[in-house]
């Protein structure tokens, strides 16, 4: 009974994606007969089409370039800021972690019109870094707290050791804590690859210049102007999608783990 | 982060149309919001309504789901990854796909029409009456896979030696579920109330790439008033209000959750 319903909840849940597949391979007159349907020859022509004339490759390459670097920068400086959080006795550290719980509670948008000027002034409006400044504040409060728990939960005797040894702080830091803290770094780096993949609000907003924007902006200029072409819509769904799907499905223990850390403790 | 935050209260302030020379008005911006803005008041009640569904809807799906799971032996891990994926599909991709399913002429309801089930065709995007409704079914299909995970967890932790002693006991299931599971997920739960409840009175991506508030402002809510009075009519000043206002709603909702902490609800 519990493996009937589950199967239920399950086909919903990849239903609409499996629609997305098969439309991907259909022409656009089949698809603008109906939504559901088997292609009856794959066009595979629809995903060059996609990639080339519509775009999606550029945007692809500047997905890769924000999420990369947005990762890079949280992990490191939600870790240093968190080992200092969690290991260093400063006076001011309990301000700093009601100053990230409120950073994490109260959504980044309400920021956006001070922010958007100020953006457009410093013409960084139409720029990768610009936007890639943002997400680093935006997500800097998850990942603190995230590897905050992490690092206190950790025993200190290793880093002792190393300091009897006679590593300064950073040698500490660098050479014992980040391998110790390494499954927990993954995670963090896995969740905010997604998050920043997937990004949408300060996306569309910055990012008005077709050559800098990224797939999920991309994709939604597409739903407005070629409203008519579904085939490379779906495709472009598809584009999207496929990198977060595909790094959850790879490693979804990280994903799960990270989260539940990170959320429950909040 | 403090700086945009003390930026947006005095913008508020203001009328300024974010180039020119802005003109001190005080809380004038204020007054027209809340006594002379429809859409604004509008917007408050969606946002209210979607609270309202996500409490109780991806709550409930996630919590059953998340239950039926660890009562089964096989495929455990299975169903929780296919249950998630639609989390990681991003925000346009789901409204997109859910919006041109809905359309009017290319989508299910030109399926349910040549099967007969015509009187299921509703206009889910285009009747003012169930287009807010139609915009939170896209989001909760792919939200509540989140909670599930986040539920899953809880459970997890909790011992499972209680209900071997409750079952002992001779207690019935509905009792071992009151009184050993929602007690003790209960910081998981309202962790989630107050998630949510933060989340849907900023909500925007949904009601932006599915209706753009339409039709007729029927589905706007504070976020995307607040976007389309800063980005298409350039009034930075009233679009900094509505963000202040926002945040006043969002502060009394945190009040409530530290008050309940404080009076050692312990949570």
Same mark, same amino acid.
């Given at each position: 009974?519990?493996?009937a319903?589950l199967?239920?909840?399950a086909?919903?849940?990849?239903? &609409?994606?499996?629609?997305?597949?098969?439309?991907?391979?259909r022409?656009?007159?089949?698809?603008?007969?109906?939504?559901?349907?088997?292609?009856?020859?794959?066009?595979?022509?629809?995903?060059t089409? %996609?990639?080339?004339t519509?775009?999606y490759?550029?945007?692809?390459?500047?997905?890769?370039?924000?999420?990369?670097?947005t #990762?890079?920068?949280?992990?490191? @400086?939600?870790?240093l800021?968190?080992?200092?959080l969690?290991?260093?006795?400063?006076?001011?550290?309990?301000l700093v972690?009601?100053?990230?719980?409120?950073?994490?509670?109260?959504p980044?948008?309400?920021?956006?019109?001070?922010?958007?000027?100020?953006?457009?002034?410093?013409h960084?409006n139409?720029?990768?870094? /610009?936007?890639?400044?943002?997400?680093? /504040?935006?997500?800097?409060?998850?990942?603190t707290?995230?590897l905050?728990s992490?690092?206190?939960?950790?025993?200190?005797?290793?880093?002792e050791?190393?300091?009897?040894? /006679?590593?300064?702080?950073?040698?500490v830091?660098r050479?014992?804590?980040?391998?110790?803290?390494?499954p927990a770094?993954?995670?963090?780096? #896995?969740?905010?690859?997604?998050?920043?993949?997937n990004? @949408?609000f300060? %996306?569309?907003? @910055?990012l008005?210049? &077709?050559?800098?924007?990224?797939?999920?902006?991309?994709?939604?200029? @597409?739903? /407005?102007?070629?409203s008519?072409?579904?085939?490379?819509?779906?495709?472009?769904?598809?584009? #999207?999608?496929?990198? &977060?799907?595909?790094?959850?499905?790879?490693?979804?223990?990280?994903?799960?783990?990270?989260?539940?850390?990170?959320g429950?403790?909040? | 982060?403090g700086?945009?935050?003390?930026?947006?209260?005095?913008?508020?302030?203001?009328?300024?149309n974010g180039?020119?020379?802005a =003109?001190?008005i005080? +809380?004038? $911006?204020?007054?027209?919001?809340?006594?002379?803005?429809?859409?604004?008041?509008? !917007?408050?009640? =969606?946002?209210?309504?979607?609270?309202?569904?996500?409490?109780?809807?991806?709550?409930g799906?996630g919590?059953?789901?998340?239950?039926?799971?660890?009562?089964? $032996?096989?495929?455990?891990?299975?169903?929780?990854?296919?249950?998630y994926?639609?989390?990681?599909?991003a925000?346009?991709?789901?409204?997109?796909?859910?919006?041109?399913?809905?359309?009017?002429?290319?989508?299910?309801?030109?399926?349910?029409?040549? =099967?007969?089930?015509?009187?299921?065709?509703?206009?889910?995007?285009?009747?003012?009456?169930?287009?807010?409704?139609?915009?939170m079914?896209?989001?909760?299909?792919?939200?509540?896979?989140f909670?599930?995970i986040?539920f899953?967890?809880?459970?997890?932790?909790?011992?499972?030696?209680?209900?071997?002693?409750?079952?002992v006991?001779?207690a019935?299931?509905?009792?071992?579920?009151r009184?050993?599971t929602?007690?003790?997920?209960?910081p998981?739960?309202?962790?989630?109330? +107050?998630?949510?409840?933060?989340w849907?009175?900023?909500?925007?991506?949904y009601?932006y790439?599915?209706?753009q508030?339409?039709?007729? =402002?029927a589905?706007? *809510?504070?976020?995307?008033w607040?976007?389309?009075?800063?980005? $298409?009519?350039?009034?930075?000043?009233y679009a900094?209000?509505i !963000?202040?206002? *926002?945040?006043?709603?969002?502060?009394?909702v945190?009040?409530?959750?530290?008050?309940t902490?404080?009076?050692g609800?312990?949570?």
């Open positions: 009974m519990a493996h319903v199967l239920v909840l086909a919903t849940a990849l239903a &609409p994606i499996c629609i997305l597949l098969l439309n991907s391979l022409s656009n007159e089949a698809i603008s007969g109906g939504p559901l349907g088997f292609p009856s020859s794959p066009v595979w022509s629809n995903y089409s %996609a990639w080339d519509a775009g490759s550029v945007a692809f390459r500047n997905s890769l370039i924000v999420s990369a670097s #990762v890079l920068g949280v992990c490191t @400086f939600a870790g800021a968190a080992y200092g969690a290991r260093i006795r400063v006076r001011g550290s309990g972690l009601v100053y990230l719980l409120i950073g994490l509670t109260l980044a948008q309400l920021f956006l019109t001070p922010l958007f000027i100020a953006w457009v002034h410093l960084l139409n720029n990768l870094f /610009g936007l890639i400044f943002i997400y680093w /504040g935006i997500y800097m409060p998850f990942g707290l995230l905050r992490f690092f206190i939960s950790l025993s200190p005797e290793f880093e050791a190393a300091r009897v040894d /006679g590593c300064n702080e950073l040698q830091f050479r014992v804590v980040v391998p110790m803290a390494w770094l993954v995670s963090l780096a #896995v969740i905010i690859a997604v998050w920043s993949w990004e @949408f300060f %996306a569309v907003t @910055f008005t210049n &077709p050559n800098v924007q990224t797939v999920a902006v991309r994709y939604y200029r @597409f739903l /407005g102007i070629y008519s072409n579904l085939a490379d819509i779906s495709v472009g769904g598809l584009v #999207v999608c496929c990198v &977060p799907v595909g790094f959850f499905i790879l490693l979804q223990r990280r994903f799960v783990q990270g989260l539940a850390a990170g429950l403790k909040g | 982060m700086i945009p935050s003390i930026a947006s209260f005095v913008l508020s302030l203001y009328n300024w180039i020119g020379v =003109h001190f005080g +809380l004038e $911006n204020f007054r027209v919001l809340f006594s002379q803005d429809p859409v604004f008041i509008g !917007a408050i009640v =969606h946002v209210l309504k979607w609270t309202a569904v996500f409490l109780t809807v991806p709550v799906l919590l059953g789901a998340a239950l039926l799971i660890t009562r089964i $032996n096989r495929f455990q891990i299975v169903y929780r990854t296919i249950l994926v639609p989390v990681t599909v925000s346009v991709v789901v409204g997109g796909t859910w919006a041109w399913l809905m359309d009017p002429i290319a989508g299910i309801n030109s399926v349910l029409q040549a =099967h007969g089930l015509g009187f299921m065709a509703l206009g889910w995007l285009t009747d003012p009456n169930i287009a807010l409704y139609s915009v079914f896209a989001n909760v299909w792919a939200w509540w896979g909670l599930c986040l899953l967890t809880g459970l997890g932790q909790i011992d499972q030696g209680l209900y071997e002693a409750a079952r006991d001779g019935s299931q509905w009792t071992m579920f009184r050993i929602i007690p003790l997920l209960r998981t739960l309202v962790f989630v109330g +107050l998630l949510t409840t933060l849907s009175f900023t909500t925007f991506d009601p790439i599915m209706t508030g339409g039709p007729a =402002h589905s706007d *809510t504070l976020a995307t607040m976007y389309f009075n800063l980005i $298409n009519f350039s009034r930075a000043g900094s209000a !963000a202040v206002s *926002t945040t006043g709603f969002l502060l009394v945190i009040a409530g959750y530290v008050y902490r404080l009076r609800w312990d949570v």
